[in-house]
């Protein structure tokens, strides 16, 4: 399987995984009453550092972002700030990722992506932005009456923010662990393996649609 063929399969599927926490974890978290956009944001942390060490370019944090949000549009009720939220994240950390390699290959044009100790310092810094992001965003973009309560601003903030940026390290490092594993294993990849990965590609789509769609009825 080419460079193309694993990026696309990489985004599909670790992007699904994504979507799917964020329905399951996300609806279980809700029922019970307990805060969720500090787990859910670090587990989106995971994904989006190993796609990054998969595919650095511009625009591919954002593609895993969109695939895990899409998966909300079947939600009922649907919440644009649910979506919003993911995609904030994918935004961030795209934005800074970004901004990091275009650097990073000025001053080195075999630059390939961001080394363990960048991404460990990148991804608890921008998942605290994402948040300070999407409170703004929520606010006074889309006018949600939620976010006009400065109490709820101040906890998302400054109490979940903080939170999600002590998770982003251990996630970051379990997302550098994977992908450091996948690029291994893709070069000894049997024909028959990488059948395998793209079926499961596939098959965490399904899934996570056939889960959208059962929560919304």
Request: glycine fraction near 8%; charged fraction near 10%.
């Amino acid at each position: 399987m080419n460079s193309k063929h694993l990026i696309i399969a990489t985004v599909v599927l670790f992007g699904s995984i994504w979507g799917l926490a964020e329905l399951g974890l996300g609806e279980l978290a809700w029922a019970n009453d307990i805060p969720r956009a500090s787990i859910l944001t670090a587990i989106g942390v995971i994904f989006l550092v190993l796609g990054r060490r998969v595919w650095a370019a511009p625009g591919s944090s954002l593609a895993l972002a969109a695939v895990a949000s899409a998966f909300k549009f079947l939600q009922h009720p649907m919440w644009g700030c649910k979506i919003a939220a993911v995609l904030m994240v994918g935004v961030v950390f795209d934005i800074g990722f970004s901004l990091y390699e275009a650097r990073q290959r000025r001053q080195s044009p075999n630059f390939a992506c961001a080394g363990t100790r960048s991404v460990l310092v990148l991804s608890p810094v921008l998942t605290f932005i994402s948040f300070i992001a999407f409170a703004y965003f929520a606010r006074d973009v889309l006018h949600n009456p939620y976010w006009s309560m400065q109490d709820k601003m101040v906890d998302y903030m400054f109490v979940q923010g903080p939170v999600a940026t002590v998770l982003a390290l251990p996630a970051a490092l379990a997302g550098l662990k994977l992908s450091s594993y996948l690029t291994r294993s893709t070069v000894t990849w049997s024909t028959g393996r990488w059948l395998a990965y793209r079926i499961a590609a596939a098959g965490s789509g399904v899934a996570g649609v056939a889960a959208a769609l059962a929560l919304r009825y």
